[in-house]
């Protein structure tokens, strides 16, 4: 099946869409990309998205308001993404819509009783006639589960070793792993969990130290010229999220845009510039990711394979090498995958095993009480042909 996955992360900085090809089932499922490209939310739209995020400045008409302007972008994002392949939409089967993510409710205990991931499908839908499959959460969260990370039952079809224990871990604005047992090993089961702030201290801390001038701290610029707070950095690991045991999740809801001020006047109270601010917090992130392995990795890790934004940035590259330490620290593109548009990949993979009644989650990934079948189905145009083509 042709097949456009569509993602958009916490970062909320634009939309990564992907033609993909998804054929076979598991644990045979082959997928790759066509054609990928990085669809730009508008001026100021990231800014909208962020401030309707938060509790104290988003209003239930903005809310509503963005649910249809953002169906109305990422269906040209498909349109843009398919008008530079080979094939026109009548040829393409589904999309696999995430949509948004603007609130994931993690209560006190650690479990998720509600998510909210914005994105009209039936605009999708309407504007391409291709038949739309989205809102992949709640289902899990219904049956028990956490309803992430969903890229790790993905992870768990296409990226496990012969012989090695791997961590697949991302960076975006929250940083998430997977852990995965290599395919000789046919009892152990793989783990996954949000380890904690990605990128989005770092670039919370950018935005508001440069009023809004940039947005994240290109190739750690500035934090390689800052010096490393060792005492500030033990006691902003003591927060209470890196000791719950996994399954757990977490998003801009707990590591926000007010906790990055207070990050910031906290650092200026100890005497620290903005360098160094973000040298620290750079750390945080890349030491929670470590203690997160020393902590919770079913087995030692003998490979990592980094994905998301943060793979760019220079300091978390090197803190990691070392904190990771014997284990092979790579990227996707080392595996023959394309890191940008892996959860493009993802959603298209999800969209293809929903459209065949197939589970997109595993208990041991999620916490839910069994395996799920993610997701909702609007009917484009091409709906009948497709059910027709592909069950009778």
């Not at 994240?216 to 707070?229: C, H, K, M, P, V």
Request: net charge negative; hydrophobic share 40%; aromatic share 6%.
């Amino acid at each position: 099946m042709r097949i456009v996955g569509l993602m958009s992360g916490t970062s909320a900085d634009g939309i990564d869409a992907a033609l993909c090809e998804v054929t076979g089932e598991p644990p045979d499922i082959r997928a790759r990309i066509i054609h990928a490209i990085a669809y730009p939310y508008p001026e100021g739209f990231q800014a909208r998205i962020l401030n309707a995020s938060q509790p104290d400045t988003g209003r239930v008409d903005e809310l509503c308001k963005l649910h249809f302007r953002l169906g109305e972008l990422f269906a040209a994002a498909v349109l843009a993404v398919i008008e530079g392949s080979p094939f026109n939409p009548s040829e393409v089967d589904l999309i696999g819509l995430h949509g948004q993510t603007f609130w994931h409710n993690v209560e006190p205990d650690g479990r998720v009783s509600a998510t909210l991931q914005l994105t009209e499908a039936s605009i999708l839908a309407e504007r391409t006639g291709i038949t739309t499959v989205s809102n992949f959460r709640p289902r899990d969260i219904a049956a028990g589960g956490q309803g992430a990370p969903l890229t790790a039952y993905i992870d768990w079809l296409l990226l496990r070793h012969p012989t090695k224990w791997r961590a697949v871990q991302n960076i975006g604005g929250i940083g998430n792993v997977t852990f995965l047992p290599p395919l000789s090993d046919t009892t152990a089961q793989p783990s996954a969990f949000d380890t904690g702030p990605g990128n989005a201290l770092i670039d919370s801390i950018m935005v508001q130290l440069t009023a809004g001038a940039q947005t994240y701290d290109e190739d750690a610029r500035l934090a390689l010229q800052g010096r490393i707070d060792e005492d500030w950095l033990h006691e902003l690991l003591l927060h209470p999220y890196y000791d719950i045991k996994p399954p757990k999740t977490t998003g801009r809801e707990l590591f926000s845009k007010a906790m990055a001020a207070d990050l910031i006047a906290e650092g200026q109270r100890r005497g620290n510039n903005a360098s160094s601010i973000l040298a620290t917090i750079t750390t945080l992130t890349a030491q929670s990711i470590a203690d997160a392995y020393d902590r919770f990795a079913p087995a030692p890790i003998e490979e990592v394979i980094l994905g998301g934004g943060g793979r760019h940035n220079a300091l978390m590259l090197d803190l990691l090498a070392g904190l990771l330490r014997p284990a092979v620290v790579m990227t996707h593109e080392d595996v023959g995958m394309d890191s940008d548009n892996k959860e493009a990949l993802v959603f298209a993979v999800l969209a293809h095993e929903s459209w065949h009644a197939r589970p997109g989650t595993l208990p041991a990934l999620t916490g839910g009480l069994h395996p799920s079948v993610l997701g909702q189905i609007t009917p484009g145009q091409n709906y009948v042909d497709l059910i027709r083509r592909t069950f009778c």
